[in-house]
C-alpha cells in the first residue's frame, strides 16, 4: 500500500487529534466545512486550536497527533487498536518542520502534540521529546509547546517532557475506577495518578528552583491540565465534580477539561448510541467555575444537582444552588461579606469587586448595581439594596420558571 504523503498525514493526524479537547475551541455552534474554498472561518475544521498561555493572551497551536496508531484497546477512542481508521505516523522531524513552517507563516504561535501509543509507552514518550528537543535545541524555538505525557511511560521519560514544554497533560479521561476499568481497559487509574503526582512535585520543584536561581532550568511553567469525558459511561455530574475537585485539590492542575462524549465512527458496542446534550458539557464548566473561582465547595456544587447527581440543563448551577437554598437570599449589596455577594446569580467575580469598591464611597441604589452588571433582571430576588428589597419573591412557586431561559434559547446549546 502507497504511503502516505505529508499532506495525506497531516490531514489523518489532524483530524485524529480534534477528539482532545484539552485546548479547544468546542462547545461553539456547528457550520459545514470551509475545506474547499467555501467559506472560510468554520469551527468544524482540525489542526490548529486556541488555548490561553500562562500570561493571558490566546494563542493558536497546531494540534496534531505524532501517530494515530495505538496498541491499546480504549473503547471510547476513535484510534484504538481494534477501530478501522486509515492510520499514519509521523517522524519527530516531520512534525518539528510542520511546525517551523507553520510558525514562519505566522500561522501558528505554538505546538499542541498528542499520540497513539506505538510499540511500547517508553517508545513513544521518546519520540514526543525528541520533537520537542528539536525544536527547542537545534531551532531555538520559543513557541508554547504543550506535550501529552503517557503515565505507562518511564518517570524520566515525562521527566524530560516537562524539561521541553510550556505545558504537560496526562488524561484521566473517565471519573470513576469502574468506568476507566470498563472503557480503557489497558488504563490503570493508579499509574495515571502517580504520574500526575510526579509532574506536580516537579512543578512545584522547578518554580522554586527559578525563583532562587536565575538560570535553573524551567519546568513546565504552564503547568499541568487533564480532560475528563463526559457521557459515556454511567458517571453523575456529583461524580464528575467530585473528580474534578480531587484532582484541582491534589495534583494543583491549572483545568480540568470537559469533553462530551461523541459518537465515533465504527463505534464499539459498549458505549452508549447517542451523544449527551453539549449543555452538559457546559454545565459542568461553569460548576468547575464555580469552585474556582467563586468559593464553593464540591459538595455545594453536587447540592445544586438533583437527587439523581445530575445538574440541572435549563438553568445554570449557581442559579440551581440559589433556588435550593433560598433561606441565604436576600443578600444586602451595602454590607454583604464579597463571599456571599459571590453567590448572588448573575453577579460576576469583576461585578462583586466592583460593587466592594463603590459601597465604600455612597449607598448603592438598584440602578447603580444594574450599571455595574450586565443585567439586574437575573439578581433581583436575590439582592437587597437601599431601594429595592424582593419581599415575596424568593417564596415564589414559579421562581425557578421566571427566572429560567426560555425553551428557545436552550435550543442553541442542543446536542
Ligand atoms: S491510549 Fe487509548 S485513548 Fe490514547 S490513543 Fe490509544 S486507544 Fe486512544
Redesign the pocket.
Known sequence: MAQPSLLEKLEILADAAKYDASCASSGTAKRSSSAGGKGIGSTEGMGICHAYAPDGRCISLLKV?LT?H?????H??????SSNVRRARFTPQEVADLTLSFYRRNYIEGLFL????VKSPDHTMEQLIEVARILREEHDFRGYIHLKT?PEADAELVHQAGLYADRVSI?V?LPTVAGLTRL?P??NAGRIEGAMGGLKTAISEGADATKRFKHAPKFAPAGQSTQMIVGADAATDADIVGKASQLYGRFKLRRVYYSAFSPIPDASAVLPLKRPPLIREHRLYQSDWLMRFYGYAPGEVADAAGADGMLPLDIDPKLAWALRFRERFPVDVNRAPREMLLRVPGLGVRAVDRILASRRHRTLRLEDVGRLTVSVAKMRPFIVTADWRPVTLTDRADLRAMLAPKATQLELFAA
Open positions: 497527533l494515530n495505538c496498541v491499546f484497546d480504549c471510547y477512542c476513535i484510534n484504538r487498536k498528542s499520540s497513539g501509543i503517557i488524561n479521561e480503557a489497558d488504563k
